[in-house]
């Protein structure tokens, strides 16, 4: 296991358009978590998932995001008419979680894909 | 509004002095916090996590301190290094983790 990827690195798209990114978590990872973070900010928190389940998504940025996870594989997070202010840098991160919910380690980023609208 | 604040100016230090950087919080409970680096157009890395009932925690140079007093934590490196430049980031706990704005650190030779 490589860690956890993302899928594009980069992507450059027109106003208007829909995107559609991917991350692939570490495998033995029950928690994925999108995140997205413009120059000088940290990271925004958007949505997770807990297995195949979305826990949180009130956070999404508008009803233009949605993100899926179907069979608690990997996850993808499509922006919709995307908009010159939806240009930053969407990172993905998994956990692991003990008994209860405890949480013993950090998260594990991917890279990020980095999007720009023009 | 729960609110996390880190210095926003950036730290620049001689190599071998320990950096210090603070993160404060407020209007918050946070069961434990992390510290993250983050290297320019990659990812966050972990470093180091500190439970609420925890006052410090070490991992080699790294040194954190959690003091839900002052709601404060303060992460120290040691003997720094120039290959320790990067931004450091704090997060608090929640159902997700809430980051910090970050802190900028320069270590020269």
């Known amino acids: 296991d490589t860690g956890v990827s993302q899928d594009p690195r980069h992507k450059i798209t027109k106003r208007g358009q829909n995107v559609t990114f991917r991350c692939d978590p570490i495998s033995e990872h029950n928690r994925l978590y999108w995140y997205r973070q413009t120059l000088g900010q940290g990271p925004e928190f958007l949505t997770y998932?807990?297995?195949?389940?979305?826990?949180?998504k009130s956070r999404l940025l508008s009803d233009r995001f949605s993100a899926e996870r179907p069979k608690g594989s990997f996850s993808t997070l499509e922006i919709q008419r995307t908009e010159q202010g939806d240009s930053a840098m969407y990172l993905c991160?998994?956990?692991?979680?003990?008994?209860?919910?405890?949480?013993?380690?950090?998260?594990?980023f991917g890279s990020g894909t980095r999007l720009t609208v023009v | 509004s729960q609110k996390i604040e880190q210095n926003s100016e950036a730290l620049n230090i001689q190599e071998g002095k320990t950096a210090t950087l603070t993160c404060n919080y407020t209007n918050y409970s946070p069961a434990y916090l992390q510290w993250y680096r983050q290297d320019p157009g990659r990812g966050p890395v972990f470093l180091l996590l500190?439970?609420?009932?925890?006052k410090e925690k070490r991992k080699e140079r790294l040194k954190v301190t959690f003091d839900t007093t002052l709601k404060q934590s303060l992460f120290h490196i040691t003997a720094s290094q120039p290959a320790d430049s990067a931004t450091y980031l704090c997060a608090f706990s929640g159902y997700a983790l809430n980051f910090g704005k970050g802190t900028s650190l320069l270590v020269t030779p």
């Open positions: 500190i439970r609420e009932n925890e």
């Open positions: 998932f807990q297995n195949e389940a979305q826990l949180e």
């Open positions: 991160a998994s956990s692991h979680t003990g008994t209860g919910g405890r949480i013993d380690y950090g998260y594990t």
